[in-house]
């Protein structure tokens, strides 16, 4: 087994605290990471926290990890040691049913295995934990290239923010010509800016803080509509694509409104309790989705393209003992725009 420490939610409110403990034996297609840096997701904070009712403790949360490789498997070809590697939400799936075999792991027929909180496949009696940890042991498969022309640190966040917001731009083919709206500036909002202002669209950020709207524009939004204005709202339509990123109840029947005929909302936040729609709104063809991150071959031409045009997330760099904190901080909605871990702090601390 490989020794690791890490931070880890014993109960649902019992803060992190240090651990010690085991991750599986490494295997012939496995690498070995000395973490690095470590994201931090509100979908963290849900399960930490078992928001959503399905959460194993003790846990180790954490699914935005950059590290060093330290170890590779006999039978790995694509990494080296030394080679700087990132793991994201997803670490494992059944690989045969048929969106494994179209790239689409994480709507794995069989059920995906987690970064944390999943038995392993490779080691059912593991129960995965993630990067607030030291070192993490995963199959090179679903292992991520990170571009050398990139900040580590600020490439953390692109393995679930960044994928997330990704995939359905592109599964929508956003580009020149479209007019697209984002809900909510936080770790998911401003890299959906960023990309589809990369993409060419015509940008506009829904947020309820005014405060915002210069931040937003330097992110990539043209124009910038605060939700709690009745008329502002009113007067917000034709959009052909809007992307709603935020994870607490909300309303999402204006955004309905303000999308033209054929035009999508889709959801990418996670809250912990159900929305509600006015059937009406759909009538002209209007469509509800929800997209979940990416899949691996996806997540490696978004760090491929991030790589080429320059694009990271906006962070803010803690050490490991604020993380507690931190968790207030997102559910407060008071971080620009997603908090990275920097492990070496970790190491200190223990």
């Keep these: 087994m490989i020794q690791s420490k890490g931070y880890a939610a014993s109960t649902a409110t019992s803060p992190l605290a240090p651990v010690d403990f085991d991750r599986r034996e490494p295997g012939s297609q496995d690498l070995v990471l000395e973490l690095l840096y470590c994201g931090v997701c509100h979908s963290d904070i849900h399960y930490a926290r078992n928001e959503w009712g399905s959460s194993r403790f003790p ?21 080296k040691v030394g080679d700087l590697a990132g793991v994201g939400c997803i670490i494992d799936s059944c690989r045969t049913c048929t969106p ?16 944390y909180g999943s038995k392993e496949r490779k080691d059912s009696n ?26 580590p640190k600020a490439v953390a966040p692109l393995l679930c923010a960044g994928i997330t917001t ?3 731009l592109r599964r929508w083919k956003i580009g020149p010509g479209m007019k697209v709206g984002v809900v909510g500036l936080g770790g998911l909002g401003h890299m959906g800016l960023k990309f589809a202002h990369a993409f060419g669209a015509d940008v506009t950020l829904f947020t309820t ?42 309303d999402i029947n204006p955004y309905l409104s303000a999308l033209k005929r054929n035009g ?8 912990d309790q159900q929305l509600a729609f006015k059937p009406g709104l759909i009538l002209s063809n209007k469509v509800i989705s929800g997209s979940f991150i990416g899949g691996i071959k996806e997540t490696q031409e978004m760090l491929e393209y991030c790589g080429a045009h320059n694009i990271v997330s906006e962070i803010e760099l803690i050490d490991i003992a604020e993380i ?10 008071d971080v620009k725009y997603r908090f990275v871990i920097d492990l070496a702090t970790l190491k200190a601390d223990s």
């Design 209 to 250: 803080s005014e405060s915002k709207a210069a931040d937003a524009k330097s992110l990539g939004a043209h124009n910038v509509i605060i939700s709690t204005d009745a008329e502002a709202m009113k007067s917000a339509r034709g959009f052909d694509f809007i992307l709603d990123t935020v994870s607490a109840l909300h």
């Design 100 to 115: 494994c075999e179209d790239g689409e792991e994480h709507y794995c027929q069989k059920g995906v295995t987690m970064s």
């Design 324 to 333: 507690n904190k931190a968790f207030d901080r997102v559910v407060n909605n």
């Design 59 to 79: 846990i180790v949360p954490g699914h935005e990890m950059v590290g060093r490789v330290t170890r590779v498997g006999d039978q790995v070809s694509d990494f």
């Design 166 to 168: 990704w995939s359905p």
């Design 126 to 151: 593991v129960i995965s934990q993630g990067g607030y940890s030291t070192n993490y042991v995963v199959d090179a498969d679903f292992a991520l290239h990170i571009p050398s022309t990139l900040d």
């Design 264 to 271: 999508t909302l889709c959801l990418v936040g996670l809250p």
